[in-house]
Each structure stands twice: as C-alpha cells, then as structure tokens.
C-alpha cells in the first residue's frame, strides 16, 4: 500500500467533516430563522428608523457574495476592533447574518400577503396587533413560506462549503485534504459533492413533508 | 347610543363623508340606503374605527372611538358582519367565531365553543362547525360571519352590505336570520340594497347622497307620499330599485 493510498480511516475523517458542515448548517439555521423572523416581526409594526436599518441590512447580505462577507467577518472586524475571531465563529456569524437576511424577505413577503380583509374583521372585533399577528397573519405566513425557506436552505447547505476556505476542517476541507495526499480528484470530488447532494435531497424532502403537514393542519386551499 | 355628530371623512382630495350627524338609540334598527358611492360603508367603518375620521365625532354608549381606550370599548360592545365575509381562511367556522370571545372578552375556549355550536345551530349550520370556509357556499360563510358578531354579545350590531355578494337565493337565507335577530330587539345599523327587506325590519331609515344624509324618517313616514317619496331624489332612486 501506498501512503497515498485510500484507507478505511478516510471514512472516519469524511464523518468528521460531514458532522461539522451538518453542525454548522443546522446552528446557523435555527439562529438565522429566529434572527429573520424577528427582523420581520419588527419591520411588521414599522418601529421608526429601525425598519430602513433592517431593510438596508439585509439587502446587504442578499447582494453581496458569501464569501467576502466571511473575509469581511474573518478578518475585517478583527483587524478593526483589535479582537480574536476564530474560524468557526466567524463561519457561524457570516452564514446566520446571511440565512436571516433571506429568512426575512421571504416570511415579510408571506405576512404582507395576507388579505387586508381579514385583517380589518379581526381589528374591528377588537384583537390587538400582537394578536392579530399570532393568530390571524400568522399561521397562513407560516404556511405561504416554509416552501421558499425550505429552498434557501438547500441552498444554505451548499453555501457552508464556503467556511473551508478559512480553515474550517468542514466536509469540502476535508476533501481538499484527501485529493492533495492521494491525487484522485475525480474520485474525491466526486464523493464529497455526493454527500452534499443526498443531505440537499434529504432536507427537501423533509421539508416537503412538513410543508404539506402545516398545509394539510390547516385544510384550506385543498377541498 | 351610538351618537355621530358632524363627521367627516376625506380621502386625499374627496369628501366621503360630509357633515353626517346620526344618533342610534338601543334597540333601534336603522337602515342605511343610498346609491354605491353615496358614503354609506365608510360610515359603517368610521364608527368600528376601521376608518380614522377627519372631522366630527362618533361615541358609542359615550366611547370615543377616535381615542384608544375608547375604540377598544366600543369594539367590545359592538360587532360588524361585513359584505365579503372577511373570515380567516385558515381556521374552521367554530374557529371564526371563537377567536375574539376567547382573545378580546378572555372567555374560556370551552364556554365559547360551547355558544358558537350553539349560535351556528340557531342558523342552521350546526353539521359545519368543524368546516373551513372555502368549504362553505357564499350563504353558509355569511352566516357564519353573523354568528362571528353575535358570538360577542354586542349591543350594536352594524351590517355593511351583507346580502350584495349572495346570489338571491342565499340572500334569502341570510335575511331570513336577520329578521330573526330584528325580533329579539338587537340594536342595528343595517346598510343596504335591499330596500323591500329594510322596509319590513327598519324602525328607521336614513337616506344618504354625496356623503351627506338626505333624510332620516321613521320607516312608515319614509315610504309615505307625503314623507320620504315626496323627495325628489328619493323618489327616483326607490322607482329605480323597483324596475330592477
């Protein structure tokens, strides 16, 4: 055998990076979602000065690449506020900041597409806002959105590729390491963008389950 | 009582509502007639504060709907059944009708479930409570939109063009609760097109044109020849609805 030869320890390290990307997915989600839901509850009651902040922030994050916020993030505000920032950290904040930016724009277009109508019977029946939005605008944004959120996320999924490029051992580092010890790019690459592809297969999946679930819950629509 | 005094209501350059000055006193049902465009929903909507008015004022049993505290008053003391329904797609007729006993009056779900089973089998939808409203013909779903406002106990209830969706059969249907409702001395403010109807259940009928009310009669004196039919502008638009 040759050192430049495969060996199952190659498995192991391919899990490894495989649990960090999934890691980092799965943290950066959660923390996206909350932090653009949040932005678009905000923006909902049009707070003064905030809503063209928040606006201007995330339209930010949509158009510009991932990548250079992550240099941004990486280096920039350390060399700025004279801070450590370790890779993760830095990974964790750029692909949260950027999940939330298009979490945003999608749950407000979902809650600015309810009907006034019925927004006008649950004022007029004396709700409050705050329960207006839980109970009425609500549930049918939810709805109207999980399907584009669903498809940002298997893009999301992708993007964490990207965190390697600032020594995140992630599944694509660790496929840079494998092809440089045994010179089989077509083998390595092959397998890694496989993994990534049966993870996105998998999560559209789920999430075309629980979106017909939610959508199915609420009945309408589908008489 | 309902008690509007002066009001007016301006959208950008138009006077919608100009100088309309109207009591309702409990227990009377009051009827709204006028052409489409005369001002008549947006004065249903001034009174539940769905519109802002530019002028004048508007108190319900001595709430100030143009302050805070007063809207959320009188919104618990009056209730509106609207002409497109505007129920919320996403929850079942029971859910329609509970959502503000439970959230605005703090009822417990069960007391409410419990009277909304019961105002949907007094207009006979007792086997839909569970059904969502695109489930439901135009009739089904307004009279559900009724039970919605009884289901709050109101003092007053205001009805804007509540028939103008239905076809004529269904309207029937909802009349038929509406005159119901008449003989169990339910206050009312009734706008509509139904003129033969408003005519059978109104104490009163107020007449509007250009956001201004023309006359405001008893409805026996109003169909008079010597009362309302002696108006001009009354006369034409009765004999109009009665070619159509």
């Known amino acids: 055998m040759r050192f430049a030869d495969f060996t199952p320890f190659d498995l192991v ?80 904040i750029t692909l949260s900041l950027n999940t939330a930016a298009f979490a945003f724009v999608i749950i407000r277009a979902g809650i600015e597409s309810i009907d006034r109508d019925q927004i006008d019977a649950a004022e007029a029946f004396g709700l409050r806002r705050i329960q207006i939005l839980r109970r009425v605008i609500g549930p049918q944004a939810l709805a109207f959105s999980i399907g584009p959120i669903v498809g940002i996320l298997v893009n999301q999924l992708q993007v964490t590729s990207l965190i390697s490029v600032i020594g995140v051992f992630d599944l694509t580092k660790i496929g840079n390491i494998l092809n440089l010890r045994t010179l089989e790019p077509f083998i390595v690459w092959a397998v890694i963008g496989s993994i990534y592809y049966v ?8 999430g ?14 589908e008489v | 009582m309902i008690r ?8 950008d350059d138009s006077t919608v509502l100009d100088g309309v000055t109207l009591d309702v006193n409990a227990g009377e049902i009051v009827t709204v007639l006028g052409a489409s465009g005369s001002g008549k929903s947006t004065l249903i909507r001034c009174i539940n504060g769905l519109e802002r008015p530019s002028g004048g004022t508007i108190t319900v049993d001595g709430n100030d709907v143009t302050t805070k505290a007063g809207l959320a008053a009188s919104r618990r003391i009056s209730a509106t059944v609207f002409q497109l329904f505007n129920l919320y797609p ?15 009056l703090g009822k417990s779900k069960a007391e409410a479930e419990e009277q909304a089973r019961a105002l949907l089998a007094k207009v006979g939808l007792a086997g839909h409570a569970d059904k969502y409203p695109q489930q439901l013909s135009g009739g089904q779903r307004q009279r559900v939109g009724i039970c919605r406002a009884l289901a709050m106990q109101p003092r007053y209830i205001l009805l804007d063009e509540v ?37 059978s ?31 001009p502008r009354i006369r034409q638009f009765l004999s109009q609805i009665r070619k159509d």
């Open chain 2, 90 to 104: 996403h929850m079942t007729a029971l859910g329609n009708i509970t959502l503000a006993p439970v959230e605005v």
């Open chain 2, 163 to 199: 028939t103008s969706a239905l076809d004529p059969e269904t309207t029937g249907e909802v009349l038929d609760i509406l005159q119901k409702l008449a003989t169990e001395a339910t206050t009312m403010v009734f706008v509509t097109h139904e003129v033969a109807f408003a005519r």
């Open chain 2, 4 to 11: 509007i005094k002066d009001l007016v209501k301006t959208f």
């Open chain 1, 13 to 92: 390290l391919l899990a490894q990076g495989l649990g960090v990307s999934l890691a980092l997915f799965l943290t950066t989600t959660v923390a996206g979602l909350l932090l653009g839901l949040g932005f678009a509850v905000v923006h909902h009651f049009r707070f003064p000065f905030v809503n063209p902040l928040i606006v201007a922030v995330t339209e930010a994050l949509k158009n510009s690449p991932v990548l250079v916020q992550l240099f941004l993030v990486f280096f920039g505000i350390p060399a700025l506020m004279q801070i450590r920032m370790t890779p993760a950290s830095a990974a964790f």
């Open chain 1, 208 to 221: 075309a389950r629980l979106e017909r679930r939610i959508r199915r819950s609420y009945a309408w629509g």
């Open chain 2, 201 to 231: 259940i109104s104490t009163r009928i107020v007449f509007m044109e250009a956001g201004k009310l023309l006359v405001d009669m008893p409805t026996e004196e109003f169909f008079a020849e010597n009362g309302g039919l002696a108006v």
């Open chain 1, 199 to 206: 993870c996105a297969k998998i999560l559209a999946h789920s």
